[in-house]
């Protein structure tokens, strides 16, 4: 399915190019690194299977519309070709975002495939990075296929979003689910934000862009979030609890960035996530640096020490964004 949805956008792209105010990207990236636990070198930041991060290449394309009364909608498309020698099809076709965002007199309405209303993954964009939030630790969805609702508040924000619960992979049959989340502050306005948030549905089991046999089966959270910019440091977090394919579960991240030099050129990062899945309890500890070396190049690196597969991996990764 992500090889079609890659497709049918790649085939919208010129007839989108034309519709407005354009902005497009190109992005490439080069991962590899060593697994303690696969003993040997690998070429993925967290498994083959999880759509992140692989030796890439693909674009970022944004188009604004607006009439005389200011801006009406944005179209979002972005994709990659990734190569995974470990997986059984070595090139995957990826599609994060493809959605249209209008804004309305009552706030933004969003409609394809974007971020659900849970979490920091609402409005913490890491989809280049290697240190990721929670749901690439299995806790929730980076983006989902549906439609939401935004409106900015003067105390903050609220946003809901009904969604197919599928993640990556598009699939409509007999899945859903809903979110809603409501923020005081705003990141961008006051430097900090506050989150609380709740989901309920049924999702299918999902493995990066396959959809794994097996009936939907129910899914509730219950979570909050917060993100502090202060001075050179970054501060996140996000704790949530529920229950997902029939077992119980709590989960938390916390995460300490510092960025130095002139213009945030450097910036070092340690994260621990605490995965409280029944059965599979554990700790995911990290530290990250990454350098840009040019306006359109960045340098990562990230040591992780996985608890519960005693895996110790260390990945490096070039990440190139030119815009075109």
């Given at each position: 399915?992500?090889?079609?949805?890659?497709?049918?956008?790649?085939?919208?792209?010129p007839?989108?190019?034309?519709?407005?105010?354009?902005?497009?990207?190109?992005?490439?990236?080069?991962?590899?690194?060593?697994?303690?636990?696969?003993?040997?070198?690998?070429?993925?930041s967290?498994?083959?299977?999880?759509?992140?991060?692989?030796?890439?290449?693909?674009?970022?394309?944004?188009?604004?519309?607006?009439?005389?009364?200011?801006?009406?909608?944005?179209?979002?498309?972005?994709?990659?070709?990734?190569?995974?020698?470990?997986a059984?099809?070595?090139?995957?076709?990826?599609?994060?975002?493809?959605?249209?965002?209008?804004?309305?007199?009552y706030?933004?309405?969003?409609?394809?495939?974007?971020?659900?209303?849970s979490?920091?993954?609402?409005?913490?964009?890491?989809?280049?990075?290697?240190?990721?939030?929670?749901?690439?630790?299995?806790?929730g969805?980076?983006?989902?296929?549906?439609?939401?609702?935004?409106?900015?508040?003067?105390?903050?924000?609220?946003?809901?979003s009904?969604?197919?619960?599928?993640g990556?992979?598009?699939?409509?049959?007999?899945?859903?689910?809903?979110?809603?989340?409501?923020?005081?502050?705003?990141?961008?306005?006051?430097?900090s934000?506050?989150?609380?948030?709740?989901?309920?549905?049924?999702?299918?089991?999902?493995?990066?862009?396959?959809?794994?046999?097996?009936?939907?089966?129910?899914?509730?959270?219950?979570?909050t979030?917060?993100?502090?910019?202060?001075?050179?440091?970054?501060?996140?977090?996000?704790?949530?609890a529920?229950?997902?394919?029939?077992?119980?579960?709590?989960?938390?991240?916390?995460?300490?960035?510092?960025?130095?030099?002139?213009?945030?050129r450097?910036?070092?990062?340690?994260?621990?996530?605490?995965?409280?899945?029944?059965?599979?309890?554990?700790?995911?500890?990290?530290?990250?640096?990454?350098?840009?070396?040019?306006?359109?190049?960045?340098w990562?690196?990230?040591?992780?020490?996985?608890e519960?597969?005693?895996?110790?991996?260390?990945?490096?990764?070039l990440?190139y964004?030119l815009?075109?």
């Amino acid at each position: 399915m992500p090889a079609k949805c890659f497709l049918i956008f790649s085939f919208l792209f010129p007839c989108a190019a034309a519709a407005g105010e354009n902005l497009l990207y190109f992005e490439g990236q080069a991962v590899g690194g060593y697994s303690s636990e696969a003993g040997k070198a690998v070429f993925h930041s967290m498994s083959a299977s999880a759509p992140m991060q692989k030796t890439s290449a693909g674009f970022d394309f944004l188009s604004k519309f607006s009439s005389e009364a200011g801006d009406t909608g944005t179209l979002a498309l972005q994709g990659r070709l990734a190569y995974e020698p470990d997986a059984s099809d070595r090139l995957e076709a990826q599609l994060y975002n493809a959605y249209y965002r209008a804004k309305t007199p009552y706030g933004y309405l969003w409609l394809g495939h974007n971020r659900p209303a849970s979490g920091l993954e609402s409005y913490f964009d890491t989809h280049g990075a290697l240190l990721q939030v929670l749901p690439m630790y299995g806790y929730g969805n980076d983006r989902d296929w549906g439609l939401g609702v935004s409106k900015d508040l003067a105390w903050g924000g609220a946003a809901f979003s009904a969604t197919t619960g599928s993640g990556m992979p598009l699939r409509c049959a007999g899945s859903y689910l809903l979110s809603a989340r409501v923020a005081k502050g705003s990141l961008s306005g006051d430097n900090s934000e506050n989150g609380f948030y709740a989901s309920a549905g049924k999702i299918p089991e999902i493995h990066g862009y396959d959809v794994m046999e097996g009936s939907e089966r129910s899914s509730a959270a219950l979570g909050t979030d917060y993100a502090l910019l202060w001075d050179r440091w970054e501060l996140r977090a996000d704790l949530r609890a529920g229950k997902m394919r029939g077992m119980k579960y709590s989960a938390g991240l916390a995460r300490l960035g510092l960025n130095l030099l002139a213009e945030n050129r450097l910036k070092l990062e340690a994260q621990a996530v605490y995965s409280g899945l029944e059965k599979a309890e554990g700790w995911a500890l990290a530290s990250g640096v990454s350098f840009t070396l040019a306006p359109e190049l960045t340098w990562r690196a990230l040591f992780e020490y996985d608890e519960p597969m005693k895996d110790r991996r260390v990945t490096t990764q070039l990440y190139y964004y030119l815009p075109l």
